[in-house]
């Protein structure tokens, strides 16, 4: 099983190879905010676990089994966040929200989330009651505080 750290990883790894082409050390560090050094651990780890090939000032190779995961990390991400627009949740609160329930959420939670998204998705006229009624209860909400 992976680590939510392992994970943010491979995520960010698969981005940036999609993206660029290639993912280095640096880049990895500055997206995650953390240290060089730190990446350079975990890249080992992720080397150890078969996820990346990994040689220091060579570069990053995501494996068939880390593009998989990275793959499936950057879709989750992607749903979640989805999910979150559904319910009229801002961007930045987005953002932040996905980070913690992309990894405190259970497998079964998730299939259950995406299995609503694709519902809302293939049925656009049950996602505008849905929000109509969500419109229709904040106000009453607000009416109800003054």
Known sequence: MLTPSM??????????MHDKGYARVSDIASSLEVQPSSVTKMLQK???????????????ILTSRGQRLGKQMKER?????????MLDVGEETIQKDVEG?????????????????????????????????????AEQNRADET
């Not at 992720?46 to 990053?60: A, M, P």
């Not at 049950?126 to 969500?134: E, G, K, M, P, S």
């Open 101 to 137: 329930i992309e990894h405190h959420v259970s497998p079964r939670t998730l299939d259950s989330l995406q299995a609503l998204v694709m519902f809302f998705e293939q049925n656009a006229d049950c996602l505008a009651q849905f929000q109509v009624f969500c419109s229709q209860r």
């Open 46 to 60: 992720l080397d150890e676990n078969q996820y990346v090939t990994y040689e220091k000032y060579r570069g990053i």
């Open 7 to 16: 994970e943010d990883y491979l995520e960010k790894i698969y981005e940036l």
């Open 77 to 85: 991400h992607r749903m979640l966040a989805e999910f979150l627009r």
